[in-house]
């Protein structure tokens, strides 16, 4: 799964799991492109303005 496809996930399903937040941690560490990094400063906006909520493992 790459950055864009991860955050396009929590943007649709309007919640991020704490295992995908894991995967976005890895991937940019090791991801320099600008595309990937603007999709992860979105997905950070929609944190901070609710439309996209954190949750815990486990199902859904």
């Known amino acids: 799964m790459s950055i864009r496809e ?3 996930q ?3 399903k309007g919640y991020l799991t704490k295992e995908t937040e894991k995967r976005l941690h890895l991937l940019l560490q090791t991801n320099d492109e600008m595309e990937d990094f603007n999709a992860f400063i979105k997905l950070q906006l929609a944190l901070v303005t609710g439309h996209v909520r954190p949750v815990s493992g486990g199902k859904f």
């Open 6 to 8: 991860a955050v396009q």
């Open 10 to 12: 929590a943007l649709t």
